[in-house]
């Protein structure tokens, strides 16, 4: 099996995730390439095509064509500034997905995914002990986070360039409409620094942009799937909770599964 591990990076030419996979590749710029590969000595750094960079979306489908063109039977894409994978064991404790171990993980989830009929893949969003459902250590419905993402050759689905910082939920909601199945590992969950960083998507994330894509990835999917999370997590009793807003949606497809 050839597996692709691949992660966009954008103004970040110190890539922290190649402290824990130095074989992944890593897709910039052309203007930035002789940046990263000083600050990263040794490590693949990809130049995509000239006028790629500045979408994210766009990057992630060229990372998409360009490593299937070249023969990949599976294509990883992770965030430039993964510290680690981990997993819960033995009584929820959690273990560090050792960089040897990390292409056996990949190879092993790909078949049990292929024979599900998925072609899109990914593990647990948070790393709390509490969202392990050890009765349920697999998921077929469940979103799929954007920094920790697998595409199997064959499928079709691409990320819709218009949503760049709600692709993953779009994503997940492409593959359930077109193979009716996403298998997720509840028992695996990434370390990454989502929204700490400067550059990346964080060049364009804003409030007023982030509730604009909201309204556009629930008018391409309807409301009765994508859905504002107003829930208050602060365990206050019932009338003294405020109205929270949180840019990240809740997503219900009309599907059955785990």
């Not at 929820?92 to 190879?107: G, P, S, Y």
């Not at 092993?108 to 969202?131: I, K």
């Amino acid at each position: 099996m050839k597996i692709s591990v691949c992660a966009p990076s954008y103004r970040r030419p110190k890539v922290l995730t190649l402290a824990y996979l130095p074989f992944c590749r890593v897709y910039v710029d052309p203007a930035e390439a002789a940046a990263y590969r000083a600050a990263n000595p040794g490590a693949a750094i990809v130049e995509c095509a000239p006028g790629v960079q500045g979408n994210l979306c766009r990057v992630r489908n060229h990372i998409l064509d360009r490593e299937f063109a070249a023969g990949a039977d599976v294509v990883v894409i992770i965030d430039d500034d993964m510290a680690e994978m981990a997993y819960f064991e033995g009584g929820k404790q959690i273990h560090r997905l050792e960089t040897a171990d990390f292409l056996w993980f990949i190879e092993r989830y790909s078949v049990v995914a292929r024979e599900l009929g998925a072609y899109f893949w990914g593990v647990n969003v948070n790393p709390d002990p509490q969202c392990y459902r050890d009765c349920s250590p697999f998921s077929t419905v469940s979103y799929v986070g954007g920094p920790f993402q697998v595409f199997l050759s064959g499928g079709e689905c691409r990320y819709d360039e218009r949503l760049p910082l709600k692709e993953d939920y779009d994503m997940t909601l492409q593959q359930l409409n077109r193979y009716r199945v996403v298998f997720r590992v509840n028992k695996y969950f990434y370390r990454v620094k989502q929204s700490e960083q400067a550059g990346g998507c964080a060049s364009y994330r804003n409030l007023a942009e982030e509730r604009r894509q909201l309204e556009l990835l629930r008018k391409k999917w309807g409301a009765r799937i994508v859905r504002t999370d107003t829930s208050d997590r602060s365990h206050k009793a019932k009338k003294k909770r405020g109205v929270t807003f949180d840019y990240n949606p809740v997503i219900r497809p009309p599907i059955r599964g785990i």
